[in-house]
């Protein structure tokens, strides 16, 4: 911001503050604590606004509706100004005869952002727009801050998600996103409720950080003299219930992971995880397939949606592709790179230094992350990983190297995890062990050895499927959203 544009900021501050003592010297109450209306602003639209002229006269509409003034147009003795909701727009129209000199010279105090309520019977211009004569306006809230130029005030991409409130004030379509996002969250609940799954809550602090591959982030109990973790993952304490009887859980839950940030990645980001014992994953598939097609369904229309350039079409089935062979298809390496283990393990190497893929698992994942991912558009399950970059996942029935594990990839973004479940302790404990010998070879992206976890395993934990999926990308998804930040109100930030 220019020094000019920063003085005329400033006496704006100080023209507002003025404003709102001399509202306070008029007997004005600036902190009302509540606000009775008829209508939202939406509701008044929607309402009234396809009603002609005479219409409105006939049924004599009076209304009391609430918003943040975002236009005003005054012509001497009358004004024109416009409030919203944050999802629609009314006109109003105050007149001095009508309302009075003094309740005119009031209104005179209000300026753009001030929140107010409006009554009056409603009437349309004669260009056709609906609008309010008031025969009173209500003062409620003070704007003490000039609101941004709408074209020019919040280009910063970081300055709106910094001080959201004022993106969604000026943005309707913002609020629109979040809403969407409420709705994917409230369809997913009835879904699963509906299918006799419970609800549950779990730890948010772990004393060893598991569930998934990832770096977690640390911190200390004081009374306890504990290190704790922030969970990555809801999944070791959800199968414990699984163990205990509860054979159909779900979560909604908020997980952390210390790691990059981009346009598919926040450290802390928002994950449903299920399990429905007796089932495997390939039932997962299944559920997956009616979950997100009826979410489309519901909430966008239609099986198909606009993501940028594409259009993404969960009409089932969706594909089914297994690992290697979408290593193969995507890569361009010819398929007698991937025979020569230790080859592959060196290129692997060169690609991803900092990732160590000293092995051929781990090799064919950087292969994957490299080539695969941002190729699939539509969505897939990419089945059968290396059983090695799959710590809780059943090894394949088909192939002992391979795990009953899929990932659903839509828009060139992993949105769905799910395995079925190793149930055995004892190759559970073999898993980790090989994961902690890992570890000591500097891979930093390695699964703790849990031995809490595995002494539950050993009261005996059935067949389970299970899953999680991101609500942030699910919703970038359908909100047709390219970064994450899009669709988080409030993204990790570097402090100002």
Known sequence: MSPKNEVAELDQDVARRDKLRRLAEAGVPLFPYT????????????????LAAAELEEKAAKVVVRGRILSIRKMGRATFFHISDGRAKLQAYIREDKAGPEAYERFGLLDLGDVVAVA????????GELTVLCDAVTFLAKCLHPLPEKW???????LRYRQRHLDLIMS???GEVFRLRSAIVAHIRRFFDGRGYIEVETPMMHAVPGGALARPFKTFHNTLGLDLYLRIAPELFLKRLVVGGLDKVYEINRSFRNEGIDAQHNPEFTMLEFYEAYKDYFDMMDLTEELLTGLAVALRGGEEVPFGDHRISFKRPYKRLKFVDACVQYSGLAPSRFADRPGLVAFAEGLAPEKKPLTYGKALDVV????????????TFITNPPREISPLAKTSRENPEEAERFELLVAGM???????ELTDPAEQRARFEEQAEEKRKGDEETHPVDTDYVEALEYGLPPTGGEGIGIDRLTMILANRRSIREVILFPLLRPR
Do not use: C, M, W, Y
């Not at 009056?120 to 260009?127: E, Q, V, Y």
């Not at 020019?152 to 970081?158: A, F, I, M, N």
């Open 368 to 379: 994957f992350d490299r080539f695969v991912k941002d190729a699939i558009v539509q969505p």
């Open 152 to 158: 020019h005030g919040l280009q910063d991409v970081e």
């Open 414 to 420: 992993e949105v769905a995890n799910a395995f079925s």
């Open 120 to 127: 009056g019977p409603l009437f349309k211009t004669r260009t």
């Open 35 to 50: 606000a009775a209306g008829t209508h939202s602003v939406q509701e008044a639209v929607d309402a009234f606004s396809g």
């Open 172 to 174: 309707p379509e913002v």
